[in-house]
């Protein structure tokens, strides 16, 4: 099983991640083990992959995939895998606030494609929590990418509420302290 | 000045330690050039044609005195002893060294300065009026708003990879002197009936290779919902901004492809989601950023100076300068000093680390240790006492820096150009330097009034020629140095009349040699045609067209290119 982060830990991956061949053939689906499929295979192929008992679902998008198109089935999936072609392409952060927030998706969120360490902070807010890094890529010194920084100024799906109201709650003068201080 | 807290300082320390791992990565061979390339843009550093460019933002272009020594030291230890003040009311380094870049973030961080976003597919700096907060036309002091702004947009971590880099200007005085329409997100302050605050927001302007005047798609909103509004516009602009083309990835293009009507749907039903969201923002908030700047304790002085009436009357050189360049203040007895980088000869926005220096003395003596940059790259005192202004007078005179042209013909905006840029077409520098020469009369200056003449070596157009009244842009003809001329340009309604407006280019482009002669053939048919003094350049195109200055450039030539379009309509 490969190495992936998860939940800021380093974690074996269970799932079988199924692309679609070079020629565009639909992958052949084992019966047992968890499996990532494109959206289109899920799509073409709901009903046999619902009656399907010998292990989980989970999707593959891209970042800039609709999510009114697979949200309705969002209960069925361990998985949703979100596809970065460049790290700089920023759409599936806002795909993954989506799923999160308006949505409410609670399963796996996990950034593929061009990932590495200096990333993670940024997906972590918009509701990442597990992370496939591109190849070459050490998942273990990926991990000091959650240290950089200790806080975000905004509303974000890891910290729902802003700074600026956090700031009042913690203390008298709007700094906030650790509570222990 | 805003007051960092601990956790604003926390995050600035922290990126610097960011960069450092990323610059040490990237220098052991860890993250390729391309990886790097991404990263280093966030802090502001590009490599420019002969070494990397560092771009420090200076937050809606508010420094103290503290600051600004700091950036001088960093022209003298760094760099090769002086700075550039941007368009963008930034300062940028020409000469760093990549491996400095670091200890130089780390210097900036110890006076609660950074150069974070300063570049790249990113929010960039907030910018604002230079006369914030003294202005007697204010409506609202915009500084707090755009820290307000400033902190949420720093780190956003949905919006860290737009489709192209975004820029928002707010104006807080009935004069727009941010101009606005010419933006990402312009937002004009206003009041309700009641005096309640909130925001017209404006949309899709911009300038570079496609100008664009902004849309208000949003006449009020309310002030707790500027940061839910701003997220629904951007979170539209992120998932559906073009990406294919970096030429076609700016808001404007979006905007303008939707329709204004239908981009304005699509954000009210995004925000229709977010709206008294958690990042609503609250009144305890604004106050409590309002309760970090620190204010200037101005004086109770009577009104007007007599002695300072007195010295206008009796000395025509200082009335000189104190028509063009001293401003109102809306305090009695106070006025705001705008300290001139357009010295004939000297690149436009250019300061030395020992006129830095000069100039924070000089704020520390007679304006409470603070400053201003403008974004038409010159540095504002703005908070004098009208019995100091004499002696600024005297002290910005031996500065290099009373040149009394503010609003005039010879203070040009200009980008660095073909000198230092490595993207531009041609050098715009030396163009500003023979115009300046050309209208070396103050008389004649002052007698051709209000003009704003921006130069841009690109059509990246960082000199703002677009909203120049007139506009030159450098362009490539084979190889050589071209350089076409635009008139009609406006960065917004700095006074009624001519609202915020793109310039028409006039015809074919002409070789730098040309270039005074044509502008003086432009300013004679305006000062033939104005109906009187108080009629400017703007204001004088406006009315009657192009084709008047058309005929006096191109004469002939003009009339027979005129002649053959007729015969070809015709045929």
Known sequence: MATIIKDKKLAADPWLRLDAGADGAAPVIPAQGDVIVPLAVWQAEREALLARIGGRIGIRVNGDEEPSSFADDLRHFGVVAVYFKTFTDGRGFSLGRLLRERYGYRGELRAIGDIFRDQLHFLAGCGFDAFELREGESALEALAGFRVFSETYQASTERPVPLFRRRHSASADGVERPKNA | ?571
């Open chain 2, 1 to 571: 000045m805003y007051q960092y807290d601990e956790i604003d300082q926390r995050m600035v320390n922290e990126r610097v330690a960011e960069f450092r791992d990323q610059t040490r990565r990237f220098l052991a061979g860890k993250l390729s050039e391309d990886d790097f390339r991404q990263l280093r843009l966030r802090n502001g550093l590009y490599i420019q044609r002969y070494a990397p460019m560092l771009r420090v933002a200076i937050p809606y272009g508010l420094l103290s005195t503290l600051q600004l020594r700091a950036l001088a030291n960093i022209a003298r230890t760094w760099d090769r002893g002086y700075g550039h003040f941007s368009t963008r009311q930034n300062i940028q380094y020409n000469w760093p060294r990549l491996e400095d870049v670091p200890d130089i973030l780390a210097e900036l961080a110890s006076v609660q300065m950074h150069a974070i976003q300063t570049s790249g597919n990113s929010f960039r700096n907030i910018t604002t009026d230079h006369f914030a907060g003294v202005a007697r036309d204010e409506i609202v002091d915009s500084f707090v708003w755009c820290e307000i702004l400033r902190q949420w947009s720093t780190f956003h971590p949905e919006f860290t990879y737009l489709p192209r880099k975004f820029k928002i200007a707010v104006n807080g005085a009935t004069a727009d002197r941010a101009a606005i329409f010419l933006h990402d997100i312009g937002l004009q302050a206003v009041r309700d009936s009641t005096g309640y605050i909130g925001f017209r927001v404006i949309v899709g302007g911009g300038m570079g290779r496609t100008p664009i005047v902004g849309q208000v798609i949003r006449e009020f909103l309310p002030w707790p919902h500027l940061l839910t509004y701003l997220e629904a516009i951007l979170r539209v602009y992120n998932r559906y901004g073009r990406r294919d083309n970096i030429y076609k990835a700016r808001i404007k293009i979006l905007v303008k492809a939707r329709t204004p009507e239908v981009f304005r749907e699509d954000v009210e039903a995004e925000w229709a989601h977010l709206k008294d969201g958690p990042a609503t923002l609250t009144a305890k908030e604004v106050a409590r950023v309002e309760s970090r700047f620190t204010r200037p304790q101005h004086e109770r002085l009577p009104g007007d100076d007599l002695l300072h009436l007195a010295r206008l009357d009796a000395e025509p050189a200082f009335a000189a300068w104190a028509k063009r360049n001293v401003h109102s203040h809306k305090v009695p007895g106070y006025a705001a000093v705008t300290l001139s980088l357009k010295k004939t000869g000297v690149p436009p926005g250019d300061a030395t680390a020992d006129q830095m220096d000069a100039v924070a003395d000089l704020a520390e003596r007679y304006s409470f240790g603070e400053l201003r940059v403008s974004h038409e790259q010159n540095l504002i005192l703005a908070d004098v006492r009208q019995s100091d202004l004499h002696a600024v007078w005297i002290a910005a005179k031996s500065l290099g820096m009373a040149t009394p042209n503010i609003g005039m013909i010879t203070n040009i905006i200009a980008c660095p150009g073909g000198d230092f840029c490595s993207l531009a077409f041609a050098k715009s520098i030396p163009v500003a330097q023979a115009i300046q020469e050309r209208f070396d009369s103050l008389d004649y200056v002052y007698d051709i009034g209000e003009l704003d003449l921006n130069i841009s070596g690109c059509v990246n157009s960082c000199g703002h020629h677009h909203v120049g009244h007139i506009g030159v842009l450098g362009v490539d003809k084979d190889g050589e140095e071209w350089y076409q001329i635009s008139i009609g340009g406006n960065q917004g309604l700095t006074r009624p009349g001519a609202p915020a407006a793109v310039g028409k280019v006039i015809g074919p482009s002409f070789s730098r040699a040309q270039i005074p002669d044509v502008i003086e053939k432009l300013i004679e048919v305006y000062l033939e045609r104005r109906e009187d003094q108080e009629e400017r350049f703007i204001d004088v195109v406006r009315r009657t067209g192009l084709e008047p200055f058309k005929e006096r450039v191109y004469g002939d030539h003009h009339q027979g290119q005129k002649a053959r379009g007729r015969s070809l309509a015709a045929a």
